[in-house]
């Protein structure tokens, strides 16, 4: 059987907890957010200006936020929710 990576970090106890404080540091959100900017900003610069280039740009902005969010929330158990969506005829 393989074990997810977010399993094994979930693993270790001590781990999860200081990761969670760490994601609770305004410091940490503000370094996180000024690298990301920076990295947006040096992906225009090298960007040419053709649609292709654009597009690669699109997706290596769309893969480090994703990379972001999967960070600050490695640590949290995903929340299943026992509720039906609203707006739906479920007697049809």
Not at 2 to 23: C, G, Y
Not at 50 to 68: C, D, M, R, Y
């Amino acid at each position: 059987m393989t074990i997810s990576p977010k399993s094994r970090f979930k693993q270790t106890e001590s781990d999860v907890k200081k990761h969670a404080s760490l994601t609770k540091d305004e410091a940490f959100h503000r370094a996180l957010d000024y690298s990301l900017l920076s990295y947006v900003k040096k992906l225009a610069k090298a960007n040419d200006g053709n649609l292709t280039s654009s597009a690669v740009s699109f997706h290596q902005i769309k893969g480090a936020i994703e990379f972001t969010d999967e960070l600050l929330n490695i640590h949290e158990m995903p929340v299943v929710s026992d509720s039906k969506p609203t707006g739906l005829n479920y007697t049809s």
